[in-house]
């Protein structure tokens, strides 16, 4: 298990990130994974990284504030602000995310509370987002097990965390030899899939299921079909999601129309949020409904401004190693690259040509949605059809019973 974990982390900070010497790093991690961010640390040193930032987040700790302080002296804590952010990515730091759960944990917290606190934590490191959307931040998110998350996951286990320490290094390919040679053949593969889908420049796409999606919305012109792959402004490649099976683009945020169900639930700011829906008219969330944590789906999109109208399309298999695993993970990391998903909030200023060169303003009046916050949910299932529009109004069919049609493969 400890050779794994030093493969995993090794995979991260060289491939993902492509940390060379002399880079500062900035390591977000849970508490309970201190012993796997100091194989991470050991390994960035021998890499010649001399300054690492460790941003440790303890959920109990957390909730436990929620519960008995007011948003104002929250407001002081570093869960909430993340000033430090900015900091770092001035001097170029590259950011590696450990994603963690602790599934429903929040759920006796209001809803609005952590709203405003999200509201809150989004605007202390804006100028952290605005550097990333400028490419000039290397940064990663990946996962790792905490006891709360893998025994929701594996109730029956002995030793839930190694079974899903195990899950994370099978999806992730890290028991096999040469990962990071298998990533690049998938990458290439994705990369490709997107050309196909820029040659087309559709207008419009069309999402219909057996679950009641039936759904449109239009893509900006010029928009850009992108993988998990990013080129930095200095030359750097990075995967910015480890694992990834997605093609995906930004939207305009003004043309959604319809209605989309929720294939997964979605764990946000450790609610669980399950059976929902979001209806569009004009390309604004006018209507939520949800089975369970309805109250935090209200609440989230009235996070910012913006926070209800889209920001991404994703394009995934249903066919995808994280579906064929039949696991809902409760973890958006891994629930989005096991479905086709749409994103509340913020756009991608790569999914447009020469975007990262232009302000967010200028993207808005373009159609990118402009937001401080960005919110994946799943709407992938094994009937799913989507089709696209061209702009002399031709059909094209792009997927058919859940997966890509022959001429995307």
């Known amino acids: 298990m400890n050779d794994l974990k030093k493969k995993y982390a090794s995979v991260l900070l060289k491939s993902c990130l492509e940390i060379k010497k002399g880079d500062s790093l900035f390591i977000s991690f849970n508490a309970e994974r201190l012993d796997f961010v100091r194989t991470v640390a050991d390994i960035a040193y021998s890499l010649g990284v001399t300054d690492i930032y460790f941003d440790i987040i303890d959920p109990y700790l957390k909730h436990d504030a929620l519960k008995n302080l ?58 952290f987002e605005e550097l990333r959307n400028k490419s000039m931040v290397p940064w990663c998110i990946a996962c790792c097990p905490t006891l709360s998350w893998a025994t929701v996951l594996f109730p029956e286990s002995d030793n839930p965390v190694d079974d899903l320490w195990m899950k994370i290094f099978e999806i992730c ?11 690049n053949k998938k990458i290439e593969m994705l990369e490709s899939r997107a050309q196909r889908l820029n040659d087309y420049q559709f207008k419009k796409l ?78 604004k969330a006018v209507e939520v409904k949800a089975e369970k944590g309805e109250d935090t789906l209200k609440a989230l999109i009235k996070t910012c401004d913006n926070a209800d109208y889209l920001g991404e399309v994703a394009l995934v298999e249903y066919a995808s190693a994280i579906s064929a695993s039949g696991m809902v993970f409760l973890e958006t990391l891994f629930d989005e ?22 302000s967010k303003d200028e993207l808005y009046k373009l159609g990118l949605n402009k937001c401080d916050n960005h919110v994946d949910f799943m709407i992938g299932t094994s009937d799913l059809s989507i089709t696209g529009i061209t702009h002399d109004n031709k059909e094209i069919k792009i997927f058919e019973n859940g997966n890509f049609v022959n001429e995307f493969k």
């Open 173 to 183: 390919e890290i028991t096999k030899d040469n990962p990071e040679k298998l990533w």
């Open 70 to 127: 007011s948003v104002e002296d929250c407001k002081k804590l570093t869960f909430w602000n993340r000033s430090k952010w900015n900091e770092y990515a001035r001097v170029g730091a590259s950011f590696l995310m450990l994603a963690s759960e602790t599934p429903g944990l929040m759920a006796d917290i209001d809803a609005d509370k952590v709203k405003e606190l999200v509201k809150y934590s989004n605007e202390t490191r804006r100028e």
């Open 337 to 358: 690259n096991a479905a086709c998903h749409i994103a509340l909030g913020d756009s991608f200023p790569e999914c447009i040509q020469n975007g990262p060169n232009k």
């Open 206 to 283: 069309v999402y219909k299921n057996s679950l009641g999606t039936d759904f449109s919305v239009e893509l900006p012109l010029n928009h850009v079909w992108e993988s998990g792959r990013q080129k930095l402004k200095d030359g750097k490649e990075i995967l910015c999601n480890f694992p990834t099976e997605e093609v995906f683009t930004s939207p305009d945020y003004r043309t959604a129309e319809g209605v989309v169900y929720a294939s997964k639930p979605l764990s946000y700011q450790d609610n669980i949020i399950e059976n929902f829906s979001v209806r569009f008219e004009g390309g």
